[in-house]
Every structure is written in structure tokens, then in C-alpha cells.
T-cell receptor, first 112, second 111 residues
């Protein structure tokens, strides 16, 4: 029940295309769902996050879609650029007293 | 504000030795979490300290320990190193449990 399942493990998208990464969870007590982006040689950095009271959140080219009934959330990267090539992690947490539960990561490659 | 800093950045040890890694969080952040990252295992949570107390703990053996000082700086210790401990060790700090800000990590190689 504590797991967050992330797919796909790797993804290759053409420049200008839409990149979609999916995550699923079981624990209905989770109330915070962030996405982190990690470039080689760097620590992960928060990209965008959502709470279950909204179904979608958009920041620039990045959108989180959240489906509470299906217990799934996804990251969409519109107009994907080579600079978006990185590893993306989804995560979920119950509240601030609990640790983040992380997905396994998706290595995204944007082909020029 | 200065970001999260970790020292050392790179470390080479031999099996059986012990190692101590250090993390200085962002000023004002009271929570420090430690993670182990390996190519095949993603981010594995080690433990979290909040105001000098261990608040959460992952599923790692007792060889992995940590502590947090009154200035929120944290150290992680691994005793009796094994080859499988080779990894990138990441530290993250947060203010009130929301966004975690990661340091660049310490890359540990055990020979």
C-alpha cells in the first residue's frame, strides 16, 4: 500500500512531441503528489506538485493530471525539448510527518 | 539563500571501513532526509531527521545511521562498508515538509 508505481522506465520522444509519464498509488491517505526532475550529476529538483482537490495543474509546458478515483497521476510535457532530457520521479506523501514515497523513475530522452 | 551542501562530493573506501557523510541544509530548514541512489534501484529512503530527532526510517540495515545537530546539519554514517553500498548518497532539506531541496550528493565507491 505504500508503493508508487511509475511507468514507463524509459521514454524517447521527438522534439516538439508530448511526453507522458504515469504513476499509480494505492494509499488513499496520500495527499501530496510532486514530480521531481533530475539531470545527470545533480540532485533531483521539484518540477511541479498537486494536491487531490484539483484534477489538473499546469506550469508552463508541464502539466499534472490527477485522477483520484483511479488513484493515478501523470506528468505531461508539451512541446518537449532536448533540454527536458532527464530522469523524472513521481512521489506521494500522506502528510508532512511522513516521508515521500518515490516512484522508480523514468529516463526521458528528447531526440532533436 | 545558499542551497544544500554535501561533503565530500566523492569518496573511495574499501570493504570493512566506515564512512561519514555530511549535509548542511538550507538555512532555516529543520528537516533533513537522506537517500541512496543506485542505477537500478532509484531513490531509496534512508531516514529523516527533524529538530534533531529521527522522524522516519527506511528499510536499511543498522550499519546505516545518522544524526542531526542543533544547527540542523546532519551526518550519515555507514559502518562495515560492503561493495553494494557504492552509490550516490543524496541529502534533502525542507522547511515544513513540503518541497524537498536536494544537494548534489556524495558519490561513494567501495572497493
Amino acid at each position: 500500500q505504500q508503493q508508487v508505481k511509475q511507468s514507463p522506465q524509459s521514454l524517447i520522444v521527438q522534439k516538439g512531441g508530448i511526453s507522458i509519464i504515469n504513476c499509480a498509488y494505492e494509499n488513499t491517505a496520500f495527499d501530496y503528489f510532486p514530480w521531481y526532475q533530475q539531470f545527470p550529476g545533480k540532485g533531483p529538483a521539484l518540477l511541479i506538485a498537486i494536491r487531490p482537490d484539483v484534477s489538473e495543474k499546469k506550469e508552463g509546458r508541464f502539466t499534472i493530471s490527477f485522477n483520484k478515483s483511479a488513484k493515478q497521476f501523470s506528468l505531461h510535457i508539451m512541446d518537449s525539448q532536448p533540454g527536458d532530457s532527464a530522469t523524472y520521479f513521481c512521489a506521494a506523501r500522506r502528510d508532512s510527518n511522513y516521508q515521500l514515497i518515490w516512484g522508480a523513475g523514468t529516463k526521458l530522452i528528447i531526440k532533436p | 539563500k545558499a542551497g544544500v551542501t554535501q561533503t565530500p562530493r566523492y569518496l573511495i573506501k574499501t570493504r570493512g571501513q566506515q564512512v561519514t557523510l555530511s549535509c548542511s541544509p538550507i538555512s532555516g530548514h529543520r528537516s533533513v532526509s537522506w537517500y541512496q541512489q543506485t542505477p537500478g534501484q532509484g531513490l531509496q529512503f534512508l531516514f529523516e531527521y527533524f529538530s534533531e530527532t529521527q522522524r522516519n526510517k527506511g528499510n536499511f540495515p543498522g550499519r546505516f545511521s545518522g544524526r542531526q545537530f542543533s544547527n540542523s546539519r546532519s551526518e550519515m554514517n555507514v559502518s562495515t562498508l560492503e561493495l553494494g553500498d557504492s552509490a550516490l548518497y543524496l541529502c534533502a532539506s525542507s522547511s515544513w515538509g513540503e518541497t524537498q531541496y536536494f544537494g548534489p550528493g556524495t558519490r561513494l565507491l567501495v572497493l
